[in-house]
């Protein structure tokens, strides 16, 4: 076929961008915020939910889990006590939040670092206990990822002990849903610290991130997760008689449809364990919404068609609803580090603070009066009083957290109409 001038050009134009298309893509280390889930029977590890299971996305604060198993391993070894002391470095002082407000030089127990991170989802703590165990940071994330092939997890690469934006830290679904079972398995004695609810470090009550697990029947952990590059993610796990499930969602758009989203999952989950059916598989592109799982499963249903319907009818069925949660938009590798490093951005982000004291029973009072004048505004929310500083200059921020931007505009429109001081606190300011 004989092509013009004009023609030959235009077809060069569109197979350079083509070109330059595909090498962008390629470029990608991982699908950031792409949507991924799975539920596996915790006795057996048969699967009963999956999709896009071996995704490959940023793991977050699901990482923390590791850093858990490995300081659990040191435990049932006796190389160190709950009581063990380790000692905070400027490096892990420094850390973005969410965060303890360990300073350099300050001793900390090894249960106080268990109980930051499973509730809290401290950065620093996971440092602390990073460089106590390995030394250095970097050296324990090696001993991380040894673990974790180890135990068969071998789409997961770790890189730091937090789950802070890294580009080389990646898992999938499936991975972190083997790394759960075992360590439920392997340290049954210590997996109780992930139904912890409330500690008190230094006088601070410091509740869970983990609202899902208040609610949900048989829930009993284990981690939530927040980057922007990779959207809300969860691991849970919940037991019902003898039977219990480990659920993992990857990429959720919001910390509530995540949660709910999960609740679904392990219903499905407990449906089939105990009927005896097969796995749903699914596959996902694009929507804005958490699906139901109702829609998931008739996805499945129909990407797996009978053969013999499929020899009977040539004519192609309707397509299956696919869908897939997009997480934030940004790119992994954005430069504004600040606007990454949350770490853990549980349950919805925004808080207000109603004040700054220099003892935590008058920060208490002040967040609570606040909460009664607030009435149904503060229906999801709870009273976060953030300590900062040490000794003489401590200060006791009375804060309450759990709202969206909108909902804590709204209260601090509220209270400054009663003359009351507030103002909205942004979770990644």
């Not at 410091?206 to 284990?222: K, V």
């Not at 758009?253 to 089939?272: E, I, P």
Request: glycine residues 8%.
């Amino acid at each position: 076929m004989h092509l013009s001038r004009t023609g030959f050009l235009n077809r060069l134009r569109l197979s350079a961008l083509a070109l330059a298309a595909a090498l962008t893509l390629a470029a990608q280390p991982a699908e950031a915020g792409r949507y991924a889930s799975i539920v596996i029977d915790a006795e057996t590890g048969s699967l009963l939910h999956a999709t896009n299971p071996d995704t490959k996305s940023y793991p977050a604060s699901l990482t923390k889990v590791m850093t858990l198993f490995l300081l659990f391993d040191e435990l049932d070894s006796g190389r160190i006590r709950l009581d063990s002391k380790f000692t905070t470095s400027a490096h892990a002082a420094a850390q973005s939040p969410s965060k303890l407000g360990l300073e350099p030089g300050e001793k900390i127990s090894v249960e106080s670092l268990v109980l930051a991170l499973v509730t809290k989802s401290a950065n620093d703590a996971a440092v602390v206990a990073a460089e106590g165990v390995g030394g250095t940071e970097a050296n324990f994330a090696q001993m991380m990822t040894r673990k974790a092939h180890a135990l068969g997890m071998r789409s997961t690469v770790y890189r730091n002990a937090s789950g802070l934006p890294d580009l080389g830290q990646v898992s999938t679904v499936r991975d972190q849903a083997t790394l759960a079972r075992a360590l439920i398995r392997s340290h049954p004695g210590y997996y109780k610290y992930f139904s912890t609810r409330q500690f008190v470090y230094e006088g601070q009550p410091i509740n869970t991130h983990n609202r899902l697990m208040l609610r949900y029947q048989g829930a009993d952990g284990i981690k939530t997760g927040y980057i922007h590059a990779s959207g809300f993610n969860l691991i849970s796990s919940a037991k019902r008689g003898s039977q219990r499930v480990i659920g993992v969602v990857f990429g959720g758009t919001t910390a509530a449809s995540r949660d709910k989203h999960m609740g679904q999952l392990l219903d499905k989950g407990f449906a089939r364990l105990r009927k005896g059916e097969s796995v749903e598989m699914a596959e996902a592109v694009s929507n804005d919404d958490l699906p139901d799982l109702d829609e998931l499963v008739a996805a499945a249903q129909a990407a797996k068609a009978p053969a013999k319907a499929a020899k009977a009818v040539k004519a192609k069925p309707a397509p299956a609803k696919k869908v897939v949660l997009r997480a934030p938009a940004r790119a992994a590798n954005d430069d504004d580090d600040d606007d990454d490093a949350v770490g853990d951005a549980d349950p919805a982000g925004w808080a207000i603070q109603v004040g700054a004291f220099n003892e935590y029973r008058p920060a208490h009072k002040a967040a609570s009066d606040a909460a009664k004048k607030l009435g149904g505004l503060v229906s999801k929310a709870s009273i976060d009083i953030d300590k900062a500083g040490k000794g003489a200059k401590t200060v006791y921020r009375a804060r309450i957290s759990g709202f969206t931007e909108d909902q804590a505009r709204a209260a601090c429109k509220r209270l400054g109409k009663a003359g009351k001081a507030c103002k909205p606190v942004n979770p990644n300011a």
